[in-house]
């Protein structure tokens, strides 16, 4: 279950007496991987219950996994490093693999899902601002989600090792919206506050022009009638410049076609020149600072993934 080991005891789908105070504790864990996404299940009565989540040590950036757990049955608290979450029936808990927690709990029944960085059809800085936070689900947009993670983990019997990677494109894009809301309703102020219209238009023409290569402050400055020292100040006070936005797009398209099985055939120079690197040596070195490993050993990793970016 991608790092979780108990430490109330060992997890297994059965009965067992402690013997100390004549309490019975039943745990039952199972887990289904479904391409590089994987869902568990957990369902434990009687004595408390602590689940426990390590990093792995030594492991890339581009290689972190996102995690979300749904509680359906009873209560619990995540430990984290800044203290504790309660958590409430119809709650989810979003977390990555980059930081320790526990999940303490009485009897509880819960799911959860483990979503690789590289198949998170989701922009990293987007993702990473719903990690460390509790939302109760809503049933108009989280609906999908709950049905789709019940139906999996009662039924797995119903699907064949061949549906995984599908079933796990799905499941990616259903915990991408999830993340999104939760990133949405963060109430901290937006990382680029830019005063009427024109912010607006500059991010669509950023996003629009991210394959010219000749895109840059200047030329978004003329574009709009602006001197480059106007478009300067309307990203003072986020947390990035105008030519890092541009970087961090471009890599972040670039990532998402590399984790494409469908476009193997395309050579890593040729990706690269599609989002506006001109050398590929430019974008090799960019790439490995932006996401811990070379572009061709990113390619490797997500397609021992087995599944896809969905866009």
């Known amino acids: 279950m991608g790092g979780f080991t108990t430490t109330s005891g060992r997890c297994a789908a ?6 100390d105070d004549g309490g019975d504790r039943r745990e039952e864990l199972r887990s289904l991987e479904l391409g590089g996404t994987s869902v568990w299940s957990v ?11 390590t990093p792995h040590p030594g ?13 359906l049955e009873g209560e619990a608290v995540v430990v984290h490093e ?3 979450t309660a958590l409430r029936v119809g709650d989810f808990y979003c977390a990555d693999d980059s930081r320790p927690r526990e999940l303490r709990a009485g009897p509880l029944r819960a799911v959860g899902i483990d979503v690789p960085q590289a198949l998170l059809p989701l922009p990293q800085d987007e993702a990473d601002r719903a990690l460390g936070r509790r939302t109760a689900s809503r049933d108009g947009a989280d609906a999908p989600l709950v049905r789709f993670l019940t139906q999996l983990t009662r039924n797995t019997d119903d699907f064949r090792p061949s549906d995984g990677p599908r079933l796990g494109t799905v499941l990616s894009g259903l915990v991408a919206v999830l993340f999104a809301r939760v990133a949405r309703s963060d109430p901290a102020p937006p990382p680029r506050p830019e005063p009427g219209a024109l912010a607006p238009r500059i991010a669509r023409f950023v996003q629009q022009n991210l394959a010219d290569p000749e895109l840059s402050p ?3 400055a003329a574009a709009h009638g602006i001197s480059p020292s106007h478009l300067h100040r309307l990203f ?27 476009q193997d055939a395309t050579p890593v120079h040729v990706i690269a020149a599609r989002w506006g690197f001109a050398r590929a040596t ?7 600072a932006a996401y811990g490993v070379a572009p061709t050993d990113y390619r490797r990793y997500s397609r021992t993934l087995g599944g896809r970016i969905a866009t």
């Open 14 to 19: 059965g009965r067992r007496n402690n013997g």
């Open 43 to 53: 369902t434990a009565t009687g004595r408390p219950l602590v689940l426990r989540l």
């Open 59 to 71: 492991r890339p950036p581009a290689h972190r996994r996102y995690h979300v757990t749904l509680l």
């Open 82 to 84: 800044r203290g504790e």
């Open 218 to 220: 200047r030329s978004i």
């Open 236 to 262: 003072q006070g986020g947390q990035e410049t105008v030519a890092a936005t541009i970087r961090r797009q471009r890599l972040e398209r670039a990532r998402y076609d590399l984790a494409d099985p469908a």
């Open 282 to 288: 430019d974008f090799a070195r960019a790439f490995r």
